[in-house]
Nanobody
Framework: QVQLVESGGGLVQPGGSLRLSCEAS????????IGWFRQAPGKEREVVSC????????WYSDSVKGRFTISADKAKSTVNLQMDSLKPEDTGVYYC??????????????????WGEGTTVTVSS
């Protein structure tokens, strides 16, 4: 059974950092890609960053490039998102989702896909 569990959210001041984790079970990171998405209040869910475990491909949205770093710990079956220099516009519920397609961008799978319940990030002074 595929399961994704996010953790690490919280309240942080602008300029601060958080590290989100997505623990995956029921499939191997060696063969699938995982993406981090976020949904701000009143807005649609948007893709933030993705990693393909099969070939190491990475992708970042322009809004987070240079501030966020995605990584995979295959031994722990976990994908982490290190978020630095946080801005108020980074506020939202962050979800990890799989599979995604990482090629010239990061795209949601047209077939079955799985995501967790999300973890809330609030950037505010």
């Amino acid at each position: 059974q595929v399961q994704l569990v996010e953790s690490g959210g919280g309240l942080v001041q602008p300029g601060g950092s958080l590290r989100l984790s997505c623990e995956a079970s029921g499939f191997s990171l060696d063969y699938y890609a995982i993406g981090w998405f976020r949904q701000a209040p009143g807005k649609e869910r948007e893709v933030v960053s993705c990693i393909d475990g099969s070939d190491g491909s990475l992708w970042y949205s322009d809004s987070v490039k240079g501030r966020f770093t995605i990584s995979a710990d295959k031994a722990k079956s976990t994908v982490n998102l290190q978020m630095d220099s946080l801005k108020p516009e980074d506020t939202g519920v962050y979800y990890c989702e799989s599979p995604v397609v990482v090629t010239h961008g990061c795209f949601r799978n047209h077939g079955p896909r799985y995501w967790g319940e999300g973890t809330t990030v609030t950037v505010s002074s």
